[in-house]
């Protein structure tokens, strides 16, 4: 792989592989000598832009390229905020580019960044650079999951077989989120989850796991790792349920001394007060050590990308269009059959007739057609609510005169009205047309856009959203979507109720 | 020459020697090799001091010195503006020279820092530091005159007899102004401009060009090359002008494909919304090729730099007064035969009276006088104003009992009153002097001021100003100056207005 | 010695020693060559922390490193401020040890910092580390001390024997402070200080040198140097105090005419308006070198860092407690022997009686206990407070129903109420015991903390004072103590005051 975007992006056995990547620069680290992949003729330019301020994994990366004697660019903080105040994401990258970048570091606030700005380059030719995700707001952290399986590798020796607890905000910490993920059933690891009701880990991460949940760090007692994480302030919207959650789990000497004599504590830091001040100290916490393990691991991460950079990864096309002509006729036969209709509205010679929409769903396919320039300045256009209809109870019609939908608008349409029948009427003959729902939704000049404020596609005029159907609907459920960007799942609903 | 400073301190042959230098360094950028150059036994220090944050055209230097292989130093962004705080500009200077630099590569909101920043050394005695102005408020940006330079050259081959394009804010753009300096009418330009009436180029920058403007679009359909800007928002005062500016010209696919075929769209960066989205990864777009000429330009510079750094270049002396003795006499003879005068003002016997000034510049002088500490506890000062005069309708004397004026003030109190006689009254004999204004006029003591807020020595405890008289008036026309740091120009009475 | 924290650390020949060794470094500068005792195989990677802003000490040991040729990374302004925000100091500190830093120079605006760092990179095993204390708030910056004084020992030639003027505020100036505190009365220096009431040095800095003190400019006539500093704006918590004392002080080139001819003029920098821009320039005025002394001075502070940086320096141990048993007897005989206090007091059987505490340090002790967490659920505790004494008028009894307090309180408790007599009551014998105060009172789960609210152990939750008692009660006097971290002195009032 090319890009070190999302841990969901590996297979088992490339997070193996670079997890055992990063225990053999362990001894480089520790003698300070050069491991003999870093010796090159042509050193790479690993490039650091901070877009939200992170000192820890921004001094590791910078000790990783430094120990393998490459040089670095560092753009961060309030310098990096002021740059996003004068320029698009996308120019920024572009930039990085133009001037040199070859492994391009990323953090930022906004979800989805990471692999925006492998999509930039590729787009813009710049084929020589990994980029490497040192988190994307809520969503991924995977140097951290790589670090943090590491230092579970050194310390019990073994991946597998172990009680493995988790207590603090397990709703918001990606580093948790993308840490479960790396396991499979397989594994056998017995998780442990303690946190209140508000911070619980969603269900979508649960997956075949072996999982026991409690509000009570009592369940801790037999962890081998126990692994803590603070209260993520900034992202409760509401003040009182903050209020609720704070300070509510924390590990002090008592609490400690109940559990397994050799428990490991971990923490992926900065911790508030969730580890007491009276254990810092104590070996049974680990986590200067676990931060430490983020300089061989990211010295691998950074060999990784140096040999990877030049790979290929071409943006996938859309899926092509799988549809079905139904009907075909002569328009003159076809309007004496239907003469009920006409009612509703007067008859087209030439154009489209969108049937079969769920009601409201004409004005946000109108809306997407607009949006696409679809309509001239004489084009007539009605949309016709509430028609009574069989299947649907009530529907709209789209009548739109003298106007032909491209095709790769069907896919779109389809998704927003997956009943439809496409009419078309064209040179005195009528073609009724079914499209299927693609896999794949890809939202053409902005619609439809990703519910969520903080994905990077909402904030670049270049960011266009694309969609992976995860589950199509079967009796009565609806469509569940995966944002490519921010990775966060939506319901059909949830997209095309801000269209 | 030694610094940097503005792309009118350049002679034709010199820019384009430079230009060409920046040419020669392309194979090095793309090889990732050493310039021959380069290789040196003491590698100078560059110092990149950005009191104003760029992240472009600061990337761009720290990747030429990269490539150069020659160290660096980054002060930067707010630490920047925190650094300002506290040391005056000088200061800041004088430690940036104290600490090793050798290069030193500046950019600053206020206007005439570059320059200000060579007198500063020269006047500490640090000779062997090159200056480089990386934009000094709107004043000069000369890196991206030659970047630009560089870009046309490589694209179309040429830097003479093709149709260039500008549109936007022709009125603020620094870049524009540069790069339209740096051509002349021997280069057979067509220049088409265009702007709305609030960002017109100032007709300084036009004369002898073959200049088209117009407020539409379409005139530039033949260009060769079109350069855009933005509207430099932060340069406008008024709102409503804004309003009116903003968003007015983008070049979109519609407005793009109208043009001619091979047109080539350039553009400093970073854009607002003047270059749309749908193009952005045209190949008529050029701007992330020209964004990448700024680091061979730029490893250029810094190679010449380096070379001529040890240049001496002496801060010109004032030129010389050129005064004339226009009369000599015995003071008693003398006060007999001005009786008539005496209703004005007690004859003194010492001391010197200042005659012939425009009503109101008596009370200026005075002041330029007194700042200037020439006045003792006891003199006794009159200024008698609105005295009927044959030149000049009504005048001002100035009578200053037992002071002589030093001879390095003439000039200045010349300029302010340009039919001023200089009585000086001395050992029972009198002499009337004229001052010829000389072609500088340079501000002690901080008077007088530069009239632009923005200009360096109206910032800095140690500013001196310094105005190169253009133009001398002839027949009711003005003396026209140019402030030597901001390069701005100004009228005598703007000038004289602020003493 | 490991660190270099405070000047007060440094005997005599050691500051010479420096001193001397920053001398030997000034032809290296010169040449811009290597020091061969900086050619290792192993180059220390210098850290520099910044957590308050100094572009002039940051710059001058970027730079003193670059020519040392070892690797450098800077944490400085608004970062290091946002870092702050979500790090504990003793975190940040293990971070940088974690990535790799193995000399660390540290800059805050908390006082004590430097010293707390090295004890947290002790206490958390880092044992290769050297820290150098780059100025914490108004207490120590030792690197300043050590340029001045080679300065003065390059311009004239000694460090003995001359008239030596300050001028400023000399109360809140650090650098004032440590240099002054560098000199002996051997020295044989003649000191004379001007300032106004305001801003006059702590009599603690005079101790046995000479000295004479004016508010008039008028005594530094024949002064060999002047060692002007600006107003430290920030240290005044009164406005119109402030108002009084600003621009006082102002050496004009008028003043330094009227000095010793040879005089030479120094400042720490930066300076508001104290130096006069006309004199900026003046032979006399040896700013710019004395900066300029602060690279081969700090060249030689990182080679002396890093020759030192595996010494150990262990935390000394608290002194053990010498105690004294005055009493011992059978509980029975001695309650009967003791009936008179019963009407005080219910007696007890098994427990703590403190006895002769001064009225309301019973409520203090009892405070300590409790935040020692030596109090059970159920112990019963009385503190009758205002009881008839012929030593000390009133006092409390603590009276600790099955309470027996740890060893190790016992110093602290005996430095609270210095008369205190412990009588513990167990196996129905009673004991009376006296403790001697040690010379070292250290707070145990913060308690006492220090009166200085700029100390860092007030902002670090690992923060643990400690206090030197300076000199011991001797009829009538007060106990006078230092604090180890912020280096402040404290009689006991205001250390109990604020238990």
Redesign the interface.
Known sequence: MKHIISINDFKKEEIDEIVNGGAEMIPYVNK?TLPPAAVLK?KP?VCLLFLE?S??TL??Y??AA??LGW?T?I?????AT??MK??SF???I???????AEILIIRSKEEGTARFAAEILE??GFNNISIQNAGDGANQHPSQTFLDRLTILQTLGRLKNFTFGFVGDLKHSRTVHSLISSFTPEDKIQFKLVSCQETRLSPRYKRGLNILESESLNILRDCDVVYVTRIQEERFSDPLELERVKGRYKITKDVLDGWKKEVKIMHP???V?EIS?EI??DPRVII?KQ??YG?PTRMNLLLWGNEHRFEKTLIPKMPELKKEIIKEAEIDQYLTSRKKEEKYFRPIRNGTVLDHLPFGTGDKIKKCLQTNKIFKQNNVIHNIERIPSQKLGIKDILVLENVFIPEHLFGLISFIAPQITFNILKDNKIRKIKAIVPEEISGVNSLPRCPNNLCITNYD??GITKFKILQFPKSGENFLLRCNHCEREFTREEIIKII
Do not use: C, H
Request: aromatic share 6%; glycine share 6%.
């Open positions: 300070k042509d330019k301020p000192t820890r001094g590791s910078e000790e430094r120990l040089p660019r753009v961060s903080g309030p310098e002021s740059l004068k320029e996308a120019n920024t572009r930039m990085f580019a133009t001037q040199g787009k813009s830091m900065p911790y007060d001040a810092r100290s200067d931060a430490w300089i005029p270049e």
